[in-house]
């Protein structure tokens, strides 16, 4: 069973930056795609990004440009970096394993991570 552990989160004002990491367990992580969801107060859970197990990406609207997706798959650890952060970026995001290889199967999770607070403010 793959086990996620989330680091990296904080306080931060905005237009910082931030990275993200998620060490991953289990021998299966480069197979996967991998992915990172946030949910905030009183809001949905959502994918804001996503990496196939070869490396393709995908993102939110509301994070693309901003936010940048790697995997590190010697080290079985994926990273979000965060550049231009803003106030409505404030969340617990979560690492997520996919349940296929692309990035479009990040809509289905077969594993999370306990979650890391990001507080964007000044």
């Known amino acids: 069973q793959v086990q996620l552990v989330e680091s990296g989160g904080g306080l931060v004002q905005p237009g910082g930056s931030l990275r993200l990491s998620c060490a991953a367990s289990?021998?299966?992580?480069?197979?996967?795609?991998m992915g990172w969801y946030r949910q905030a107060p009183g809001k949905q859970r959502e994918l804001v990004a996503s990496?196939?197990?070869?490396?393709?990406?995908n993102y939110a609207d509301s994070v693309k440009g901003r936010f940048t997706i790697s995997r590190d798959n010697a080290k079985n650890t994926v990273y979000l970096q965060m550049n231009s952060l803003k106030p409505e970026d404030t969340a617990v995001y979560y690492c997520?394993?996919?349940?296929?290889?692309?990035?479009?199967?990040?809509?289905?999770?077969?594993?999370w991570g306990q979650g890391t607070q990001l507080t964007v403010s000044s």
């Open positions: 289990g021998s299966i992580f480069s197979i996967n795609a």
């Open positions: 997520s394993l996919c349940s296929g290889t692309h990035y479009y199967s990040c809509l289905e999770v077969n594993a």
């Open positions: 990496i196939s197990s070869g490396g393709s990406t």
